[in-house]
């Protein structure tokens, strides 16, 4: 759960920041509300992208993720101020070709599934496209805000209190949005297993993003994170043995250029 996963990097990031400060090695360098915004908008990114899971598959989900890159090649150009070439833009719209491909796929599973009333009460691709969507905007948004205050503030600074107000957040949402929803869970070690290592999982990633946006930038780190559709297919088919329409392989292979493109 997301309240699990920011109160555990708030509490050991928070704990750095504590050290540093006792030590009189830093200072605070970027106003506090700057990162309640940035907060809210990583929290929303998270909730609308998990919430995807419950109305499409998770290789829609991991594909039409990458709309994150125009969104941050956008954002970089207009308020970092960063350039790109032509080859890399030419690459980027390929990416984008691939999506429309997945976009077009989940309509037609959708179409498929009409006939099952029980299928479509808990399977709407169309709506699962839009969450991962909105979320992705939502997740260049928050990459470009990170890169900017990892360059210029303070790295432990933001993961601490990105993680802080994180929580309180989450804990605000899931108490007006999600209480029944958490009510209704069984807990037991089968069911906390899941979101405990979902948790962990992604503690350690929103670790080592700071190092990588400090390094590479935003664009760099969602393009490498498009290593993960590769994954995802492999799960859908052998974990959840799931059929994967044909239009996700050719949108794979399209994606696959598009970065071959960029990166050259």
């Given at each position: 759960?997301?309240?699990?996963?920011?109160?555990?990097?708030?509490?050991?990031?928070?704990?750095?920041?504590?050290?540093?400060?006792?030590?009189?090695?830093?200072?605070?360098?970027?106003?506090?509300?700057?990162?309640?915004v940035?907060?809210?908008?990583?929290?929303?990114?998270?909730?609308?992208?998990?919430?995807?899971?419950?109305?499409?598959?998770?290789?829609?989900?991991?594909?039409?993720?990458?709309?994150?890159?125009?969104?941050?090649?956008?954002?970089?150009?207009?308020?970092?101020?960063?350039?790109?070439?032509?080859?890399?833009?030419?690459?980027?719209?390929?990416?984008?070709?691939?999506?429309?491909?997945?976009?077009?796929?989940?309509?037609?599973?959708?179409?498929?599934?009409?006939?099952?009333?029980?299928?479509?009460?808990?399977?709407?691709?169309?709506?699962?496209?839009?969450?991962?969507?909105?979320?992705?905007?939502?997740?260049?948004?928050?990459?470009?805000?990170?890169?900017?205050?990892?360059?210029?503030?303070?790295?432990?600074?933001?993961?601490?209190?990105?993680?802080?107000?994180?929580?309180?957040?989450?804990?605000?949402?899931?108490?007006?949005?999600?209480?029944?929803?958490?009510?209704?869970?069984?807990?037991?070690?089968?069911?906390?297993?899941?979101?405990?290592?979902?948790?962990?999982?992604?503690f350690?990633?929103y670790?080592?993003?700071?190092?990588?946006?400090?390094?590479?930038?935003?664009?760099?780190?969602?393009?490498?994170?498009?290593?993960s559709?590769?994954?995802?297919?492999?799960?859908?088919?052998?974990?959840?043995?799931?059929?994967?329409?044909w239009?996700?392989?050719?949108?794979?292979?399209?994606?696959?250029?598009?970065?071959?493109?960029?990166?050259?």
């Amino acid at each position: 759960m997301d309240i699990t996963l920011i109160g555990l990097k708030s509490h050991a990031w928070g704990r750095c920041l504590l050290v540093q400060v006792e030590n009189k090695q830093t200072r605070f360098e970027a106003k506090w509300y700057y990162y309640v915004v940035l907060g809210l908008v990583d929290v929303e990114a998270n909730f609308l992208v998990v919430k995807a899971y419950q109305y499409t598959s998770i290789t829609s989900v991991v594909l039409l993720d990458c709309w994150s890159i125009p969104c941050v090649m956008f954002l970089t150009f207009i308020f970092l101020k960063t350039k790109y070439r032509f080859r890399k833009i030419a690459g980027v719209v390929v990416c984008v070709a691939g999506l429309v491909m997945v976009v077009f796929s989940d309509v037609h599973a959708g179409d498929r599934s009409g006939n099952s009333q029980d299928l479509l009460h808990f399977f709407d691709p169309r709506k699962g496209d839009l969450l991962v969507f909105a979320g992705a905007t939502l997740y260049a948004i928050s990459n470009v805000s990170e890169e900017f205050l990892v360059k210029n503030a303070d790295r432990v600074e933001l993961m601490s209190f990105l993680g802080l107000f994180g929580a309180i957040i989450s804990a605000i949402q899931i108490s007006l949005v999600e209480r029944n929803e958490l009510k209704s869970i069984h807990w037991t070690a089968g069911a906390a297993f899941p979101f405990f290592g979902f948790s962990l999982a992604m503690f350690l990633f929103y670790s080592f993003v700071p190092v990588l946006l400090k390094m590479s930038g935003s664009t760099m780190l969602n393009l490498s994170l498009l290593t993960s559709d590769m994954w995802a297919v492999i799960i859908r088919i052998f974990a959840y043995h799931e059929k994967v329409d044909w239009l996700y392989f050719l949108a794979f292979v399209v994606v696959a250029g598009g970065l071959i493109i960029y990166s050259g």
